[in-house]
């Protein structure tokens, strides 16, 4: 079920809510980049098996929320309160996938009482850190991306117009070969037989409603500080990568896992970006669930 729920500064946001409706217990999931709530449509059995309410806000900018200029990653923690208040749960996990990652951090960071484990799904790490090089390992697009980031929001703006207007009417059977370097063959066959093309490239569709702004935005909340230190985190984190990642390479993962004190390594050689949690799932599940 999609709700529109309202920030406490009157922005409208946009609110995907499966899993168990009779539970207080919440699973707050964070979607990656470029992508919106809906993502987390089928995980809606998992919850439910599981007593837990899915709870997943497509960040500013993306699907029907209100863009937040100028917002950083820790800004994502005052709308997961606001949205969580709204539906009357109290307590939750939060995991984060890709460019969710940080996100789910951030929740783990700043509301460390309400949040009891985090999962961070081939999450992205930090930009800017002396012992992380940031774009080493990714796919090319990835690299051309972010290197025009890190020129400004109007440059990017401009590389949006001219390369992302495909993706508003991507066809599921499309998705991978739009993807290129970035998908191993491993997160081809977890896109075409397993069922990721569908879920990934109909969010995308809906994601850009509005135009770029979710993914401009996104783009340069990744080049600039978090709004937190990683080495803040209280509460416990599982770190998940696979070492075929072409999205966010295997250093990401290990980064965290070094400066991230509560967090615990679950390292899947031979995955990648998306056969990560096509295969992964329940596990993920199991893990973040024994923290209630």
């Not at 309202?6 to 699973?27: M, Q, Y």
């Not at 796919?139 to 207007?165: C, Q, S, T, Y």
């Not at 401009?216 to 080049?223: K, N, Q, R, S």
Request: overall charge negative; hydrophobic content about 40%.
């Amino acid at each position: 079920m999609l709700r529109l729920l309202k920030a406490r500064d009157g922005r409208t946001l946009d609110v995907l809510l499966a899993g168990d409706d009779d539970s207080s217990f919440g699973l707050v999931c964070h979607h990656g980049t470029p992508s919106d709530a809906t993502i987390w449509s089928d995980w809606h059995e998992d919850a439910l098996s599981n007593n837990l309410r899915l709870v997943a806000i497509s960040r500013p900018g993306y699907g029907l929320s209100d863009r937040l200029e100028g917002r950083r990653v820790a800004s994502v923690a005052e709308d997961v309160e606001d949205v969580l208040d709204a539906l009357g749960i109290p307590e939750f996990v939060s995991l984060g996938w890709s460019g969710g990652g940080p996100h789910a951090l951030a929740c783990g960071a700043l509301l460390p009482e309400r949040c009891k484990a985090v999962s961070s799904l081939a999450g992205v790490g930090p930009y800017g850190e002396p012992d992380l090089d940031f774009l080493d390992g990714m796919g090319p697009e990835n690299v051309e991306e972010f290197g025009i980031a890190l020129e400004g929001e109007e440059a990017l703006r401009r590389w949006m117009d001219e390369h992302a207007e495909p993706y508003r009417t991507i066809a599921d059977e499309e998705l991978a070969e739009a993807l290129g370097g970035l998908v191993p063959e491993i997160d081809v066959l977890a896109l075409n037989e397993q069922g990721l093309a569908a879920m990934w490239a109909g969010s995308m569709r809906r994601c850009f409603t509005n135009g770029w702004d979710g993914w401009i935005d996104d783009d340069m909340v990744f080049c600039n500080h978090w709004g937190f230190e990683p080495s803040e985190i209280t509460v416990p984190v599982a770190v998940w990568q696979g070492d075929l990642d072409l999205m966010v390479p295997f250093a990401h993962g290990e980064w965290l896992l070094k400066h991230i004190p509560t967090a615990t390594a679950r390292l899947e050689p031979g995955h990648g970006h998306l056969s990560l949690i096509a295969d992964r799932r329940q596990a993920i599940i199991d893990d973040l669930t024994s923290h209630r």
